[in-house]
């Protein structure tokens, strides 16, 4: 898939669980494991704000295009 989810990542960096982010957001941590995981088919504008709230980030640290056979960085 082209579009890499990385929240894994801006949840190590802030040494946050799941269940925190989870919760702090307003989404189930089941969820959170489907956009970890790339299997969301589409984001709400609002959630990703909240994320992006919560970790005090950009929506370009959540989310990355690559072509399609590449590794994402």
Known sequence: MPIVVRIDVEL???KMSVGEFAERVGLTPA???VLK???AKAV???T??????VLGCQPGDLLE?????EEAL
């Not at 990703?48 to 709230?53: F, I, K, N, S, T």
């Not at 295009?65 to 056979?69: P, S």
Request: proline letters at 0%.
């Open 44 to 46: 709400r504008f609002s």
């Open 31 to 33: 969820n959170v494991a």
């Open 65 to 69: 295009w690559v072509e399609d056979g």
């Open 48 to 53: 990703l704000e909240a994320m992006c709230r």
């Open 12 to 14: 190590a960096k802030r």
């Open 37 to 39: 995981n790339g299997r």
